[in-house]
């Protein structure tokens, strides 16, 4: 199985998962090309194709999209319209290059990750080559993170946070203690809050 089927089959196993009630709906929105934009304006947008589905309908259209291809054909136009390879997924190996050494990151505490310091590890990667720190820097496609630990996860000592990819090993031991610093332990989990605020 390739990187990129198990990233669909792990996509597709999440989806699954997090499955929303049949009480649950969606709106999908057809794409407005820009010659459409001023009719729209100007005649307003009941004319636009609105189309209402259940959580379970929503999956199984996902299943379909990914399934048939289509979700990677439309990823593949995403790619090249923002001026990447049109055939990214048939040549990603080429193309992002292969990094010299993967090293994890361990949690020197068991507990739960109750705080990701994501703009923390944003910078970090891009000291590591990852991103851009003007638009004319050149990306580093090889290295990068996989397998991070997520908000409220359970952790033991010793079990990776993150896996890391880097140049080499020297590189990897200069951004092992920051890396560990953005994911803080403790003993209890945090309380997810999904109503913001209610308005009356």
Known sequence: MSNIEAFLKELEELLLNSACPASTYYYAIEPVLKEQEEELIEHGYSSINVDMFTGQEAILKINSAVNSGKAAEKFEMMVSALGGDKNFLSNYNNLLGNSKFRGDILSNKEGYVTKIKTRKL???LIEMG???KKITDKID????FINVTSLNDEIQSGKPLLSVYTKNENDFKKIEKELTNCFVIE?????????IDIIN
């Open 187 to 195: 003993d209890k989990q945090i309380t997810n809050k999904t109503i």
């Open 122 to 124: 944003g910078l970090i």
């Open 141 to 144: 496609y090889s290295v990068g």
């Open 130 to 132: 990852g991103g851009r």
